[in-house]
C-alpha cells in the first residue's frame, strides 16, 4: 500500500467529498507529486441513499451525493464563503427584499437538456407545496407568500420567484434574510427539472435512472436500495474542466472496523475511523483529520417526565456532564466540547471575521461546574431541592 495514494479520516464523508470533487486531492497523487494515472477514489460510507428527490432528502445520506451530482445559484468555497455557481450575477435592492440572478447558458441537465431559470421556479414551488411534504421545505421561510401557501391560503405558483426569461431568475421575500444567499448553496433550493419529475411520477428519484441532475458527476449502479453506487465525471457539466476525478466508487460500511479492515486490504481508500482507532493511526502520514459543522445535543422530554420541566433540573444536567473529557477521552474522534448550539467553523462574522460560535459563546449554558449541579440539601428530593 502507498501511503499516499489512501487517506484514513475522523470525519464524516460530507465534508471530504466536497474536496475531493473540486479539486484532485492529494490521495489522487503518487510519489514525485504527479497525478494517478487511475483517477478513482474508493470511498466508505455509513450512510444509503433514501432519495435523490432534492424535494424530499432531509438526510445526510442522500444530502451528500446530492451535492455531488447537482448545483445550485451558489455553491460554498473555504470557510463557507458563497462563491457563483449557476450563477454569473446577483443584484440585491436596497431594502433587500428583491434578489436578481443571471444564470450560466451553458449548463444542462444529466440528459443533456439546458438548465433554465424556470428549472427554479418549478423546483422552489415543488418543495414549498404541502402535498411533496418537504423536510427543508422551511427554509423557504422568508420568500414572499411562502407561509400563506403553508397554510393552503395561497397556490404554490403565488410564491414569490419567478424566472422572465431563460437565463434570468427574480426573488421576492417577505423581510430581508441575511444568510438567503448561504441557503441557496443547500440542495433543497438547486433547480428540478419538470419534465422528468412528470416523466417519473412517484419513482423520481428513487433510482440514479429516474433521476434528473446537473452537477459534476454522474450517478450509476443505484436502484434505490443498493449498497455500493459510483458517481463518474459528467460531461454535461459547465465547469467539467475543474473536476479533477474520473470516478468515484462507494462502498456503505456499517462499523468503522469493516471499513479499517476494506482500508487496508486496499479495497477502500477512504475511510473513516473510529475514537478507539485513532490511537493507533493518529501519527500516520495518511491520516487526516477534518472539522464537520455539527452539534450533538440531548433534548430533554418534558412531556413524558414533569421533573424535566424545572429549568433548574435540565441546567444540572448539563452542568453535570464534562463536555471536554467526553469528546477527548470518551468520544476521541475529533469532537470538542461545544461553545453553544452553533457548531465551531459553521459561520463567521462578517465584520470581524470571528467565528460566530465564539461571539455566541455563553459559557454559563455549556459550562461543567460540578458543584453548582450538586443539590442544596440533601435530605429533599432532586426536584424541589433545584426548583
Not at 10 to 37: E, R
Request: aromatic share 10%; with cysteine.
Amino acid at each position: 500500500m502507498k501511503i499516499n495514494q489512501h487517506l484514513l479520516t475522523i470525519t464524516g464523508a460530507l465534508a471530504l467529498i466536497l474536496v475531493l470533487a473540486g479539486c484532485g486531492n492529494q490521495s489522487t497523487k503518487n510519489s514525485s507529486n504527479q497525478m494517478a494515472k487511475d483517477q478513482t477514489v474508493n470511498i466508505s460510507t455509513d450512510s444509503e441513499i433514501s432519495t435523490l428527490d432534492t424535494a424530499k432528502a432531509s438526510d445526510s445520506g442522500s444530502l451528500t451525493p446530492l451535492y455531488q451530482i447537482g448545483e445550485g445559484i451558489y455553491r460554498l468555497g473555504p470557510k463557507s464563503k458563497v462563491e457563483n455557481a449557476l450563477a454569473t450575477s446577483t443584484k440585491v435592492s436596497k431594502d433587500g427584499l428583491k434578489y436578481t440572478f443571471k444564470l450560466r447558458t451553458n449548463d444542462k441537465w444529466n440528459n443533456g437538456q439546458p438548465v433554465v431559470a424556470h428549472d427554479f421556479v418549478y423546483g422552489w414551488r415543488r418543495v414549498v407545496n404541502p402535498k411533496t411534504a418537504s423536510g427543508y421545505s422551511y427554509l423557504f421561510e422568508g420568500v414572499k407568500n411562502y407561509s400563506a401557501i403553508q397554510k393552503n391560503k395561497l397556490s404554490p405558483n403565488k410564491l414569490g420567484v419567478s424566472a422572465p426569461n431563460k437565463s434570468t431568475l427574480v426573488v421576492h421575500l417577505s423581510h430581508p434574510v441575511p444568510y438567503f444567499k448561504l441557503l441557496l448553496a443547500f440542495p433543497t433550493f438547486f433547480p428540478q427539472q419538470e419534465s422528468a419529475v412528470k416523466k417519473y411520477g412517484s419513482s423520481y428519484g428513487t433510482s440514479s435512472a429516474t433521476t434528473a441532475y446537473n452537477g459534476p458527476f454522474e450517478l450509476a449502479d443505484w436502484n434505490g436500495t443498493s449498497d455500493t453506487w459510483t458517481m463518474k465525471r459528467n460531461p454535461n457539466y459547465w465547469d467539467k474542466q475543474a473536476v479533477k476525478l474520473n470516478k468515484l466508487k462507494f462502498q456503505v460500511v456499517k462499523t468503522p472496523s469493516t471499513g479499517l479492515s476494506l482500508y487496508q486490504q486496499n479495497k477502500l481508500d477512504v475511510v473513516t475511523l473510529s475514537g478507539e482507532e485513532v490511537p493507533s493511526y493518529k501519527n500516520r502520514p495518511e491520516f487526516k483529520k477534518f472539522v464537520g459543522g455539527s452539534t450533538i445535543y440531548l433534548e430533554m422530554n418534558q412531556k413524558r417526565v414533569k421533573a424535566l420541566k424545572n429549568v433548574k433540573i435540565r441546567q444540572a444536567l448539563s452542568q453535570i456532564i464534562n463536555k471536554q473529557s467526553l469528546a477527548t477521552q470518551v468520544l476521541r474522534d475529533g469532537s470538542t466540547a461545544p461553545k453553544g448550539f452553533v457548531s465551531t467553523n459553521f459561520f463567521q462574522n462578517p465584520k470581524t471575521g470571528a467565528d460566530f460560535a465564539s461571539d455566541a459563546y455563553e459559557k454559563s449554558g455549556v459550562a461543567y461546574n460540578q458543584s453548582q449541579a450538586k443539590p442544596r440539601n440533601s435530605g429533599q428530593p432532586a426536584s424541589s431541592r433545584l426548583g
